[in-house]
């Protein structure tokens, strides 16, 4: 798909600026144009200049994903393929932008599996609460043959799976009170994600789920209009949201990976070649993002404790009582694919 001028300034801009020593810390800064035009060899006239949309800061381990997956592609095509990322979810909420990538209004995106389960029900199984025992059981399961397996459900969805990238574990945190046990969660007004299985989870709880877009929750917290979210570690930290929800309680109920996602239409315009390009790159991109993602959790959960919220961790007892309350979930979401739960509970042990 084809872009102005000023688009194709924008995808040099962000080819250049990554030349390979970008961190977690770093971001791409547009005023960067005119002292970077030139000193770095591209076409002169890009075959392609695409859009990936990233609703995360600049800083945050996905969105420097995105930035490498940029610019690998840009090495790997000596410029004639440019990546041109929009973050801060300037571009829309995930839900409205993969609906855009499904007719080729954007071409590449970062999505979580919740709203992406809209989408693709199977991924549903992928997000069942208290699904793995922890991270190294999750990317048994991913990187093998069920991941793969996942990759190869997007059929009819007019939306191509490129490489999975890590989020973490989502944990509940609220302004009202800690949560020591599951009767802590009743009355609670707690944020989600527009997803279905998000809010039935919520609810077997014992918990009042609210769904609402991700940029709206701070303000929501602050008036009142909810009590808590869940969400991991850098996001607490990154959104601010400690600040105005001090009560975070380590559960892990979900660790839902995410997915770096093309869109069919701009797919189908590359040539073979190509498309082996920009799938290498994902991969390698997806290498990097954990790599960032597990630095950056550290720094968040430090950052976190100095500021001095409160961080509970379930004893074992009462974490077997918030497994044991959404168990029915099960089969009522994922009674299709029990098969395959019970091989990813069966994985690694």
Known sequence: MRRGLPGVLMGVVMAVALSGCIGPEQTVAKGDL????GTTAVA???EYVFTYAENQAEDYPTT?????????ISQKTNGRILINVQAGGVLGDEKSVCEQLQFGGIDFMRMSL???AEFVPKLNVLQLPYLYRDADHMWQVLDGAIGKDFMNSFEGSNLVPLSWYDAGARNFYNSVRPIRKLEDMKGLKIRVQESEMMIGMVEALGASPSPMSYAEVYSALQTGAINGAENNWPSYESTSHYEVAKYYTIDEHNRVPELQLCSQPTWDKLSMADQEIIKECALESAEYERRLWSEREKESEEKVRQAGCQIIELPP???QKFQ??????YEKYCSDYMDIVDAIIDTGK
């Open 34 to 37: 005119d002292k970077n035009q």
């Open 44 to 46: 002169a006239h890009p």
């Open 64 to 72: 420097q994903g995105a930035y490498k997956f940029a610019e690998l």
């Open 114 to 116: 919740s709203p992406l």
């Open 317 to 319: 007892g009462e974490k």
């Open 324 to 329: 044991d309350a959404v168990k029915p979930m």
